[in-house]
């Protein structure tokens, strides 16, 4: 699972392109059902804890900055023994590419950042 770009739309992933907020598992992309970090629950986060093999870390964009999520969604997370990094959604798909890059069984939780339209290469941007 790599993802290759995003804009304020969705992303691409894989070569694919994904509208909207979107949940990356190890071997799939499903469409996400929120709308901004204040709609993330214990419900939304259901989806990384039902799957085998256990996802390590699961990291979360939550648009063009960090946001804090709401404590009880994190505690619940701990508590199945998934860690939790919630950065902006720019450097959590930096960070998503380079756990998977590492081999960990990560999964993201993905809200595009609001603004231009312009796709913005993380291949290139790495190089």
Do not use: K
Not at 25 to 46: A, K, Y
Not at 55 to 68: F, S
Not at 80 to 107: K, M, S, W, Y
């Amino acid at each position: 699972m790599y993802i290759d770009s995003y804009n304020s739309r969705g992303f691409m992933i894989n070569g694919n392109r994904v509208l909207g907020p979107c949940a990356l598992l190890p071997h799939s992309v499903v469409q996400w059902n929120v709308g901004s970090h204040q709609d993330i629950t214990e419900d939304s986060f259901s989806l990384f804890w039902l799957l085998e093999p256990r996802i390590e870390i699961v990291v979360v964009g939550t648009g063009d900055r960090t946001e804090r999520l709401q404590s009880q969604v994190l505690q619940a997370m701990r508590q199945r023994g998934i860690a939790v990094e919630v950065q902006d959604t720019p450097n959590a798909c930096a960070t998503f590419n380079f756990l998977c890059h590492e081999g960990r069984v990560t999964g993201a939780a993905l809200i595009p950042p609001p603004g231009g339209t312009s796709l913005t290469s993380l291949g290139q941007a790495a190089q």
